[in-house]
């Protein structure tokens, strides 16, 4: 079992710059490749950005890459999500997951998830 805890949601305009953490319950968080999703009201929730557990490659969705870079501290047994010239099109729940089935995009193959922080950048 992992327990994730995210932190760092919040309101900002477009343009500005938020910083996701989500924080492991586990010393074995360096076993698991970790990803963020979103999910906004009315949709199914969407891949975002992945890491492997060693760090070593990263994985973004069209709709991110180049703004957004997801990073790991298996020291501190936490995942990060900087999120760079924000878009309303971004505002989301954002949910960081677990998976020890391989960097995935689905979200089926994540078998732990935080409770979720939202994010709200505003036009």
């Known amino acids: 079992q992992v327990e994730l805890v995210e932190f760092g949601g919040g309101l900002v305009q477009a343009g500005g710059s938020l910083r996701l953490s989500c924080a492991a319950s586990?010393?074995?968080?360096?076993?698991?490749?970790m990803a963020w999703f979103r999910q906004s009201p009315g949709k199914e929730r969407e891949f975002v950005a992945g890491?492997?557990?060693?760090?070593?490659?990263?994985s973004y969705a069209e709709y991110v890459k180049g703004r957004f870079t997801i990073s790991r501290d298996n020291a501190k047994s936490t995942v990060y999500l900087q999120m760079n010239s924000l878009k309303p099109e971004d505002t989301a729940v954002y949910y960081c997951?677990?998976?020890?089935?391989?960097?995935?995009?689905?979200?089926?193959?994540?078998?732990?998830w935080g409770q979720g922080t939202q994010v709200t950048v505003s036009s």
């Open positions: 997951a677990a998976s020890s089935r391989g960097l995935s995009f689905h979200v089926s193959d994540y078998a732990y």
């Open positions: 586990r010393r074995t968080f360096s076993s698991y490749d």
């Open positions: 890491i492997s557990w060693r760090g070593e490659s990263t």
